[in-house]
T-cell receptor
């Protein structure tokens, strides 16, 4: 069985500050891990994914995430927040066969000018 | 044009009505999915289909049915709508690589 826990349903940061959104997963098999972003009135868009190989994954818009097996974590970071980063962010896990995605409950990011 | 198109984008209806939400895609993917999104609950899988002849229940299929009319079309039906089915519904597609591509959603309100 697979599941995802996102710590913090709301996160606020100042413009230019570090963004850190936390995600811990549970999986009985080697996981594929994803971060998606949802802007208002839109569907989800892929930010980045980890399947195998390098554990530090770079995505779009300056975001990156690091797969840490020992901590069962896949936290999302961005060095400097921009106003356009305000959105809801979802972490998701699937099995290596990439059959179905299991989503976390989401973290809403607010960027303060 | 969008790769994954959902119609309608918004729908208000009454308890007991039958409703169909439609999804079409131009990505050529075999796999299609229906999710519902509720505040604080994230996305939950309703049904999924890995090809035209394959239909599978997801986490919350009760009260819903689906039809895969073609590779490109996957519709979701609520046979007798009830207020707790008020939610934002998303269709998604994927290839075997696992990345899912989402439509813009249908906001459904049941009075």
């Amino acid at each position: 069985a697979q599941s995802v826990t996102q710590l913090g349903s709301h996160v606020s940061v100042s413009e230019g500050a570090l963004v850190l959104l936390r995600c811990n997963y549970s999986s009985s098999v080697p996981p594929y891990l994803f971060w998606y972003v949802q802007y208002p009135n839109q569907g989800l868009q892929l930010l980045l994914k980890y399947t195998t190989g390098a554990t530090l994954v770079k995505g779009i818009n300056g975001f990156e995430a690091e797969f840490k097996k020992s901590e069962t974590s896949f936290h999302l970071t961005k060095p400097s927040a921009h106003m356009s980063d305000a959105a809801e962010y979802f972490c998701a896990v699937s099995d290596a066969g990439a059959n179905n995605l299991f989503f976390g409950t989401g973290t809403r990011l607010t960027v303060i000018p | 044009d969008a790769d994954v198109t959902q119609t309608p984008r918004n729908r208000i209806t009454k308890t007991g009505k039958r409703i169909m939400l439609e999804c079409s895609q131009t990505k050529g993917h075999d796999r299609m999915y229906w999710y519902r999104q509720d505040p604080g609950l994230g996305l939950r899988l309703i049904y999924y289909s890995f090809d035209v002849k394959d239909i599978n229940k997801g986490e919350i299929s009760d009260g819903y049915s689906v039809s895969r009319q073609a590779q490109a079309k996957f519709s979701l039906s609520l046979e007798s709508a009830i207020p707790n089915q008020t939610a934002l519904y998303f269709c998604a597609t994927s290839d075997f690589g696992g990345v899912q591509h989402f439509g813009d959603g249908t906001r459904l309100s049941i009075l």
